[in-house]
């Protein structure tokens, strides 16, 4: 059996891989809040390692990875060789994101969420609070940290806001309203995907009182297993009646 054999390291000149690069130069329009990336220097490029061990050397340590198969990487820093930085605190925001997260970015965005909220309850037809249980089965809120903010009764809201709510200075005026989704199944449509990959004429053979058949029996089943769920309307807002909460 033949004994262990190291790999064998070879340099790969940068120089001579990019030398229609050299002497050339970048550049970077840049806005206010924008500098050249001091990891790459504008590059976007960064060697990475790439290390690897392998498992029949004798020299071999634990957790130790002594060769490399290095390569050139985009910057893990920036976004082409330029990196941003917020406005309000002068942190430079970091490469996965698009906004900081300091307290001026967070406060402005909760302020833009309210204004759209506003308008949306502006725009919606207002029921009162007897609407849910007659007209709606389920409501929903973003006061209501349990099941998706969907509920079905006050007193399961009234209950949860005495308990998890407590730190809200300002109370909510109105929660939406909800539409029901019950599920569907289309005979046609599914006989028709199940022979795409069949002969041309698979479809047509099988015939239109064959698939009829099926829609007959999925409509059974429906009638037997099927389920209904709640979606969030923002056409919709009921009044929450805080004169009854205990």
């Not at 942190?91 to 965005?109: E, G, H, N, S, Y």
Request: charged share 35%.
């Amino acid at each position: 059996m033949p004994g262990f054999v190291k790999p064998t390291r070879k340099v790969v000149n940068i120089e001579d891989a990019f030398g229609e690069l050299i002497g050339k130069k970048l550049i970077k329009d840049l806005h206010d809040n924008e500098e050249i990336c001091p990891v790459c220097h504008g590059t976007g490029l960064r060697i990475e390692d790439n290390p690897y061990g392998l498992s029949d050397d004798p020299d071999k340590r634990a957790g130790q990875f002594p060769y490399k198969h290095q390569s050139i990487r985009f910057c893990p820093n920036c976004y082409n060789g330029v990196v941003r930085f917020c406005p309000d605190c002068g942190k430079q925001i970091p490469r996965c994101r698009t906004l900081c997260d300091c307290d001026a970015v967070v406060q402005r965005r909760q302020q833009e969420e309210n204004r759209k909220e506003k308008e949306r309850l502006e725009k919606a037809e207002k029921h009162e609070p007897d609407a849910l249980g007659s007209l709606f089965t389920m409501a929903q809120s973003g006061f209501y940290p349990h099941n998706e903010g969907y509920f079905s009764c006050w007193e399961d809201f009234f209950d949860s806001w005495n308990e998890d709510c407590e730190e809200f200075t300002e109370k909510p005026l109105y929660v939406w309203g909800t539409e029901e989704v019950e599920m569907s199944f289309d005979a046609s449509s599914i006989v028709s995907d199940a022979c795409e990959d069949m002969y041309e004429d698979a479809y047509d053979d099988i015939g239109a009182d064959a698939v009829a058949e099926m829609q007959r029996y999925l409509d059974e089943w429906k009638k037997k297993y099927g389920r209904t769920s709640y979606l969030l309307t923002t056409k919709h807002a009921i009044r929450i009646p805080w004169e009854e909460m205990k």
